[in-house]
């Protein structure tokens, strides 16, 4: 039992080790700018330092996500913000850099961005920053 679980565990690690790997963050003429599958792309910062999150391979038909922390926005009620950018698998271009997800610390809730998709499109809405906003999906 305990060889079945370090086995999973060592399977898990390097998963991830292997996905850290694709990604880096690098800061090119004192902007912080994300590295991914040898394409480079700029990031939204809110305050802090940005830190790489995840990929979200295929999350959609021809697209990944790129999950970001942008740092923390606000001082009465600071707002940890999260973004996401769209890439196109087949050309590594952006289709757009968005709010993905707030995160607030006094126990009590925060306008969520609304993630939609459908086999054509993927509709982002956001009343926090007034943003509707459909990105179509590669073809």
Not at 65 to 70: D, G, R, V
Request: net charge positive.
């Amino acid at each position: 039992m305990k060889k079945l679980i370090l086995t999973v565990m060592i399977t898990f690690a390097s998963f991830n080790l292997f996905a850290t790997e694709k990604v880096r963050l690098e800061n090119q003429n004192d902007m912080p700018v994300l590295i991914y599958k040898n394409k480079t792309y700029e990031l939204q910062v809110s305050g802090g330092k940005p830190e790489f999150r995840k990929v979200i391979e295929n999350f959609k038909k021809g697209v990944d996500l790129i999950i970001y922390y942008s740092g923390t926005a606000g001082t009465f009620q600071p707002v940890e913000v999260v973004r996401a950018i769209i890439i196109d698998r087949k050309t590594g271009e952006s289709l757009g850099d968005f709010p993905y997800e707030y995160k607030i610390d006094n126990g009590k809730g925060f306008p969520q961005p609304k993630w939609k998709s459908d086999d054509k499109k993927i509709s982002i809405e956001d009343e926090t920053f007034d943003i509707k906003k459909d990105i179509q999906l590669p073809k």
